[in-house]
């Protein structure tokens, strides 16, 4: 069994930052990617940025430049730092952990408010 975990979300000004955390636990094996999406309400699940165990972070265009992912690999948890923070980042943030035998797993997201 695999835990998927977030934390760090809560209430911020617009133009200030927050840093998420995922953290996975249970019977982990060999991690291929970990990656964040968000949904916001009414809307669909989008992507937001991935960290593949080898390779380049990529990120979504709407967040590029402003969010940086970033990963612990003896703690297997990742971090995503999210600066200049807009109304629009507003959304519940998931975390997904994808493993190389092409299991995937969903935390249950935590909350990011940015007030005007």
């Known amino acids: 069994q695999v835990q998927v975990v977030e934390s760090g979300g809560g209430l911020v000004q617009a133009g200030g930052s927050l840093r998420l955390s995922c953290a996975a636990s249970?019977?982990?094996?060999?991690?291929?990617?970990m990656g964040w999406y968000r949904q916001a309400p009414g809307k669909q699940r989008e992507y937001v940025a991935l960290?593949?165990?080898?390779?380049?972070?990529n990120y979504a265009d709407s967040v590029k430049g402003r969010f940086t992912l970033s990963r612990d690999d003896a703690k297997n948890t990742v971090y995503l730092q999210m600066n200049s923070l807009k109304p629009e980042d507003t959304a519940v943030y998931y975390c997904n952990v994808a493993f190389v035998n092409g299991r995937n797993y969903w935390g249950k997201g935590t909350l990011v408010t940015v007030s005007s």
């Open positions: 960290i593949p165990s080898s390779g380049t972070t």
């Open positions: 249970g019977s982990i094996f060999r991690i291929n990617a």
